[in-house]
């Protein structure tokens, strides 16, 4: 047989039926997070490729936390890693939803529910890749390792214990699942969360003359901010990810309206675009910071939080010609298109950890954490193709 007929046999081994029953399955298993329990949906996973003869184990995490890993071996060490995350955003208010969050329903080519678009379809689509993969009978000269893992949504705990385990050590190059729209994502924002406090003084409100209102003060440095994020538009124009941005995402100070509050607290981050320096965006906020401080006699508590790198990978690098050469192949000689992402993503971390990154998935981002999320299916079946064809190509490969 070919190398042609080869691949012809696998893609066609992809059963569109069969996806759509996975990816119902595991809509239909909740683990939204928080709470932080992907027990249901890391069954399902498990289960669907032991049911394939593919060798599975769970990789502890917390508690009912386990990532999934499954293996398809090469001659070689040498492995293309297949990463995708489990658990979805809260539901919020299933009102709001026309259908059952948690229903999987099927309507017009779409498939609805909660972390359908981010990114169960990701991990459908993969692993119904891994079980033709392993069904086509090829000897592989290298291998391929799937990972279907907890706490994306919040702390990346998942795939952190991966890379701590050594688990990744022989991973050449690794895919992240998120919905691209099927565009590949060679470019990530980056973001820097921080918390500001202010500080007053408690009165009755019945003489509030007598306090030092917090909140007051916490919204003089708000409109600093506003200030600050207006001037960060003018900076650039990315086509996908625009340009930097300040968002104030949450604030909370004081006990009821019969008291003066004496403390304010606000969250909020700055998004960093692939080209910025994370360290001097981060300077440009500790200065604003001292300087409203000078301005006005204000003292705030500045906290930086969390801190998440931006990312981009070349477009001639070895991981994005080859994928963009597979799918090229699969769309009749189309010419893939390329796309920032608008989320945070563990493709940086994999990347920091030493091992060339890619996004690339079913579904848009536009709909994901939102009611009435969904994903075309045509998407799915076409992403599950791309992951086939591609793994085939470099676990094959002799160079």
Partial sequence: MTTCEQERRLLDSIDEAEL???????????????TGDESA???????????????????????????????????????????????????????????D??????????????????????????????QALHRCGADFERGLLFTAVVDEEVGFKGTTALIESGLLADCEMACVSEPTSLRIGNRLKGALEFSARTFGRSAHT?????????????????????????????RMDEPELKHPTVNAGKLTGGVGVTLVPDRCELEFDRQVLPGESMDEAEREIRELTNAFSRET????????????????????????????NALEDLYDHRPPQFTGFNGYAEVELLASA????????????????????????REVVEASRAYALWAYRYMTSNG
């Fill in 20 to 34: 759509v029953r996975l990816l119902q399955r595991l809509v239909r298993a909740n683990s939204e997070n928080p």
């Fill in 41 to 99: 949906v890391a069954a399902v996973v498990a289960e669907e490729l032991e049911a394939a003869g593919i060798p599975t184990r769970l990789q502890p995490v917390e508690e009912r936390r386990a990532n999934v890993i499954a293996e398809l071996p090469g001659r070689r060490k040498a492995k293309l890693l297949f990463n995708g995350h489990m658990d979805t955003v809260p539901a919020g208010d299933q009102a709001l939803w026309r259908s």
């Fill in 101 to 130: 969050p948690w229903g999987a329903d099927l309507r017009d080519g779409n498939l609805y529910g909660l972390g359908s678009a981010d990114m169960k379809a990701g991990v459908a689509a993969m692993l119904i890749a891994v």
């Fill in 206 to 234: 019945g003489i509030a003359f007598a306090g030092d209102n917090a909140i007051y003060k916490m919204g003089r440095y708000l409109e600093k901010l506003r200030v600050y994020n207006d001037s960060l538009a003018k």
């Fill in 297 to 324: 006699g204000i003292e705030v508590e500045l906290t930086l939080r969390q801190r998440f790198a931006n990312w981009t990978v070349a477009d001639d690098a070895p991981i994005v010609t080859s994928l963009a």
């Fill in 354 to 377: 030493g091992i060339p990154s890619v996004l690339f998935g079913p579904g848009s981002l536009d709909v994901a954490h939102a009611p009435n999320e969904f994903v075309p299916i």
